[in-house]
């Protein structure tokens, strides 16, 4: 599988380009901005996007959403719960960068249970509320690997103070739906450094 990381937008959040190495069909998590980096990437690796797949709604998360469409013709993909924010002016976004969200809109409703493909590969869905109800992780079959958001950090966890958070639910989504992966499970947040299931059962303070 190819796997690149980009650290985009000002809140330097972490995007994952996932390709097929024979179909070059790819998937791009969370693009929060910098859009040109990450249309570099798959332009260097030559793939072809066919999902923007979204953690959750939060505009540093989602901001380059639109112009990935507009270039590539992907379909953007968000858990019912959180698909409204895509289209709603954001507060946040002024406050942090000055700049309104750029807005787009859902063409997948996720729930849990939904498989998301590329090429060979396929991502489960695990749906995992708190830091915004419909906040998401995504498991890969066949591979010990899982993309949270912003639920789980290394040693850390998601606010819970945005409207629509919940500390309980947050904390519940991560013992019934990330611990229980394995402890070999690498675990690829949206922002900071790439941890494991082991190490935050372990030493995760609010754990």
């Not at 923007?52 to 993909?77: E, R």
């Not at 719960?81 to 996720?110: Q, W, Y």
């Amino acid at each position: 599988m190819i796997q690149q990381g980009l650290a985009v937008g000002l809140l330097e959040v972490n995007c994952y380009i996932l390709g097929d190495e024979e179909t070059k069909e790819a998937v791009v998590i969370d693009p929060g901005g910098d859009e040109d980096e990450i249309l570099e990437v798959l332009n260097h690796h030559g793939l072809k996007l066919k999902t923007i797949i979204d953690t959750h709604g939060h505009f540093d998360h989602v901001d380059a959403n639109q112009p990935l469409k507009d270039a590539t013709g992907a379909a953007i993909a968000i858990h019912e719960a959180d698909a409204a924010m895509l289209g709603k002016p954001s507060a946040e976004a002024m406050f942090f960068t000055g700049n309104r969200l750029r807005l787009s809109g859902a063409d997948i409703l996720l729930k849990e249970g939904d498989v998301l493909t590329f090429g060979k590969y396929r991502l489960k869905v695990l749906h995992t509320p708190g830091h915004t109800p419909g906040g998401i992780s995504l498991v890969m079959e066949d591979a010990p690997y899982v993309y949270v958001g912003d639920l789980l950090f290394q040693g850390s966890i998601g606010r819970t103070d945005f409207p629509g958070g919940s500390f309980e639910d947050l904390i519940n989504a991560v013992k019934s739906k990330i611990f229980p992966l394995g402890d070999n499970y690498t675990v690829y947040p949206g922002h900071g450094p790439v941890t494991t299931v082991g190490q935050e059962r372990k030493y995760n303070p609010f754990f």
